[in-house]
């Protein structure tokens, strides 16, 4: 085996790995059930103006 089968195998099995973490974030991220998780995380930057009177303090 030389230097360019183990490099074209590990290129190969790193490609696959990759493939793999990206469709699990894909299902989580599309799973319905995390919906609502999402939606609140989508508003957390904009709620947090209302409270103190906005991001500089003032009333």
Known sequence: ???QDV???SQIIAMAIFGAVMAGVLVYALRPG???RFDA???MP???D???GGPH???
Request: glycine fraction near 14%; charged fraction near 35%.
């Open 1 to 3: 085996m030389t230097y």
């Open 7 to 9: 490099a074209g195998w």
């Open 34 to 36: 995390n919906k609502a």
């Open 41 to 43: 995380a989508a508003r």
């Open 46 to 48: 904009l709620d947090g």
């Open 50 to 52: 209302e409270r103190e």
């Open 57 to 59: 303090g003032r009333a």
